[in-house]
């Protein structure tokens, strides 16, 4: 039994650990700029994990709905609800992009970021906004594909888009 939790927690631990390690490897990039940098992306960095928190709720769902279909023997559920499940993704991602795109600006601000922090963190947090409907609809897919046991094609992708 440990053997069998093992072979499908490791491979979404190291998929988690290859995405905070990105996260690293961006301040460290940025660490070399100046501090104002610093203090923008990690500002911004605040956004984005506020974002990430709403995209959990769809990876989540996704888990829940895909893991039931197989468990009550419905697997031709899941042609049904991995689409549906990704066009509302990414319709939800869309007033997220919004924001991202013209108003980053109101977030910084709002967090007392000082004028060269609000601008050099609205560049970065536009730049990561263009990506939302990918993270929310690559959320799904990604816990669909869990949901099955298989957290090895997951872990394989990480590694492809984060190296």
């Known amino acids: 039994m440990i053997k069998k939790i093992l ?3 490791v491979p ?4 988690n650990l290859l995405d905070t390690l990105q996260l690293l490897v961006d301040m460290l990039m940025i660490g070399r700029l100046s501090p104002e940098a610093v203090a923008g ?3 911004g960095g605040q956004l984005i994990i506020l974002i990430y928190s709403i995209i959990s709720v769809f990876y989540i769902g996704t888990n829940v709905l895909v893991s039931r279909a197989i468990g009550g023997g419905e697997k031709e559920k899941i042609r049904l609800i991995v689409p549906s499940l ?3 993704s990414v319709l939800f991602s869309l007033p997220f992009l919004i924001f991202t795109m013209f ?3 109101t977030f910084f ?3 007392g970021g000082e004028e060269s922090v609000v601008k050099i963190g609205s560049s970065y947090v536009s730049v990561i906004g ?3 409907p990918l993270l929310f609809a690559g ?3 990604h816990s669909s594909v869990v949901a099955t046991g298989d957290t090895k094609t997951p872990l394989f992708i990480t590694v492809f888009t984060n190296g």
């Open 139 to 141: 959320a799904v897919l």
């Open 103 to 105: 108003y980053p600006e």
């Open 12 to 15: 979404s631990a190291l998929s």
């Open 109 to 111: 601000r709002f967090m």
């Open 130 to 132: 263009l990506t939302l």
């Open 7 to 9: 072979k499908i927690a």
């Open 86 to 88: 990704v066009i509302t």
């Open 41 to 43: 992306v990690g500002l």
